[in-house]
C-alpha cells in the first residue's frame, strides 16, 4: 500500500508546542515501561498515514481488519536505535479493533528497537494475483491490503499475557489446544509478549 506511507507532518510546528506534545504523548504515554524513547527532545513532528492517493482504492477500518485477520503474516516496520529501518513478518493476532499480540524471546534486535521507539507500521496482504489486462494491454495485480500504525507495549499481566497466547495459538494451531496448559508451565516465564495498541483507523486498499 505505497499510497498511504508514514508521514511526518511539518505544519504541526506552527499549531503551538503545546498542542503538539498533547498529540504526541497520546502515541508516547509517560509511563511507557521498557520504552527509552525521549520523544520530547528526538521527535518534533507529529506522524500520521499520509491520505491515500487514489480515494476510489479505499477500504474502511472494518475491511482493512479482515486483511489482518486473513494474512498469513503481518509485516511490522520499526526504527533501530540508530535511525535505520527494520522490518519484519511476524504471526500478530487480533484481540479487538484497536489491539495485536505477538510474541518472541526475551531479547533480540527488535525489542532493542522497540525499547528506543515503541511506534511501528504494520502492513499485510491477503490476496495478490498477477494479471494481464488484454483489453488495455496492461500487466497489473489485483491484491487486498492493509496498513496500520500502532504503538507497543510489553505485556507484564500473568493472565493478559495467557490469553494473548492462548488467543496465537487458537488463530495459528486450534487442532493442537490440548497441548496449551502444558506449554504455558513450561515456557511463559521466558516468552515475551508484545502488545500493539492501533493509534488511529487501519486503512484497506484493494484492485478487483
Not at 520504552?35 to 472494518?62: E, N, V, W
Request: with cysteine; proline share 5%; charged share 30%.
Amino acid at each position: 500500500m505505497r499510497n498511504s506511507l508514514l508521514f511526518t507532518r511539518s505544519e504541526k510546528k506552527n499549531q503551538g508546542s503545546d498542542a503538539l506534545c498533547r498529540s504526541q504523548n497520546d502515541l508516547y504515554p509517560s509511563d511507557r515501561g521498557h520504552t527509552s524513547f525521549d520523544l520530547r527532545t528526538q521527535i518534533k513532528q507529529y506522524i500520521y498515514m499520509k491520505p491515500m492517493r487514489k480515494a476510489s482504492s479505499q477500504q474502511d477500518a472494518g475491511w482493512a481488519l479482515e486483511v489482518f485477520d486473513s494474512a498469513p503474516y503481518v509485516t511490522v516496520s520499526m526504527c533501530r536505535p540508530d535511525g535505520t529501518p527494520y522490518g519484519l513478518p511476524l504471526s500478530l493476532v487480533r484481540a479487538d479493533e484497536t489491539t495485536f499480540y505477538f510474541h518472541c524471546a526475551d531479547e533480540g534486535e527488535k525489542l532493542d528497537c522497540l525499547k528506543n521507539n515503541p511506534i511501528v507500521s504494520l502492513s499485510a496482504v491477503s490476496k495478490c494475483t498477477p494479471v494481464f489486462e488484454e483489453d488495455k494491454l496492461n500487466y497489473t495485480e489485483h491484491y487486498r491490503s492493509a496498513v496500520a500504525l500502532g504503538r507497543c507495549e510489553w505485556v507484564e499481566d500473568r493472565a493478559e499475557k495467557i490469553e494473548a497466547l492462548r488467543l496465537l495459538c487458537e488463530r495459528f494451531l486450534p487442532e493442537h489446544m490440548n497441548h496449551f496448559e502444558d506449554a504455558i508451565a513450561r515456557s511463559l516465564d521466558r516468552t515475551t509478549v508484545i502488545k500493539i495498541l492501533l493509534t488511529e483507523s487501519p486503512v484497506g486498499k484493494c484492485k478487483q
